[in-house]
């Protein structure tokens, strides 16, 4: 004997609205979730943040005290409810629990947290290759992300090797990206290159600007894709006001590996008597490369603004961030700012909410 069930048209409304409902409140309790996350991190106990410090730092010495906190600041800068709120409400993020292979790069500590906030907040499964220069913060991260919203364990898991993917969101060198592309070319995917920040000067900033400048080439220690590598300046610019300022940050000069690298390639433009400036702890040389070695700014005179337009637009797949006072120049960040990206600041400008909405 069978039992049937006869909804009516109400009923079938209900059901309907009651699947949508509880699909609503899961966006709505990642969301929670994740805003509970940025306000841990933002009040994180001194006790935990040195053991923090000293776990990722024992493992790369360039992720020191002051560099893990800079990160964990701009992450917390991310995680207020209604940016996240705002970010996602053009897209439509169904609980789908794709397998997503996050590729993380381990320039800077927790470089690659927003591709994680990416796939997590659509409702995906976050399978994640970790960098060997950064193995520690991600996981310590994660850990506490679930301590505090338990259902966000069944979509977090670190692998070492990338199988079972629906789709691969990558980051890396230009040589890596080559690599990434032939082995994962036939799934969905976003795969990064390098890029870099530039700085256009006009002989007007104030020393408040030019110091906060400073936060953007040495933060990180010039690791990271929006860090300020190349430097566009008016002819004739006199560089002795700006060297002047630049001695705020003669702290950098104590740390090893950053000496290291000024002292080498210091070595090489004296032997080679290439014309430099010289603080003491950063080089500035003329050139029309952008991507600097490490402890040296490159530098490249312009003669008209327009002209300069042209130039950068030219090389737009290469540039995270142009800084600038504003005076002049469009699609800029103010001097200071670039290191703290908002939410719905993409890597590359590529958007990988609509990415993995559309998969």
């Not at 010495?61 to 209604?82: D, V």
């Not at 929006?226 to 700006?242: I, Q, T």
């Not at 030219?314 to 120049?329: F, P, R």
Request: hydrophobic share 40%; glycine share 6%; charged share 25%.
């Amino acid at each position: 004997m069978y039992n049937y069930i006869i909804l009516t048209s109400t009923a079938i409304t209900s059901c309907i609205n009651f699947v949508l409902q509880y699909h609503n409140m899961n966006l709505t309790s990642r969301i929670d979730g994740l805003t509970l996350l940025g306000k841990a991190l933002n009040s994180l106990p001194q006790e935990k943040k040195l053991l923090w410090f000293d776990k990722a730092g024992n493992e790369n010495r360039w992720f020191t005290p002051e560099s893990i906190e800079m990160a964990i600041k701009g992450i917390a800068k991310m995680l207020k409810k209604e940016a996240l709120e705002e970010w996602v409400t053009p897209y439509s993020l169904k609980n789908k629990d794709k397998g997503i292979g996050v590729i993380m790069a381990g320039n800077i500590p927790l470089v690659g947290f927003h591709d994680l906030l990416s796939v997590l907040i659509s409702g995906n499964i976050a399978k994640i290759k970790l960098s060997s220069q950064d193995k520690v913060l991600m996981p310590l991260v994660t850990e506490m992300l679930i301590s505090i919203e338990p259902q966000f364990e069944h979509q977090i898991e670190y692998i070492s090797k990338l199988e079972n993917i629906d789709a691969v969101i990558a980051t890396g060198s230009d040589n890596s990206a080559r690599y990434f592309k032939q082995y994962f070319g036939k799934k969905p995917h976003i795969i990064r290159k390098n890029r870099t920040s530039c700085a256009v000067l006009t002989g007007k900033e104030t020393n408040d600007e030019i110091v906060a400048l400073g936060k953007d080439i040495f933060s990180y220690f010039g690791l990271g894709c929006r860090n300020v590598s190349k430097l566009y300046v008016p002819k004739g610019y006199d560089f002795a006001y700006f060297l002047d300022l630049m001695s705020e940050f003669e702290e950098i000069g104590n740390h090893s590996k950053w000496v290291n690298n000024y002292d080498y390639t210091k070595s090489i433009y004296l032997v080679n008597r290439e014309p430099h400036l010289d603080t003491g702890f950063l080089l500035l040389r003329e050139s029309k490369e952008m991507v600097s070695p490490l402890a040296v700014l490159y530098y490249e005179e312009y003669d008209n603004i327009n002209s300069l337009f042209n130039l950068l637009a030219d090389k737009k797949d290469k540039l995270q961030c142009i800084i600038s006072n504003g005076d002049a120049i469009v699609s800029f960040l103010k001097f200071g700012e670039a290191q703290y990206p908002d939410v719905t600041d993409y890597a590359d400008g590529v958007d990988t909410l609509k990415f993995l909405e559309q998969l």
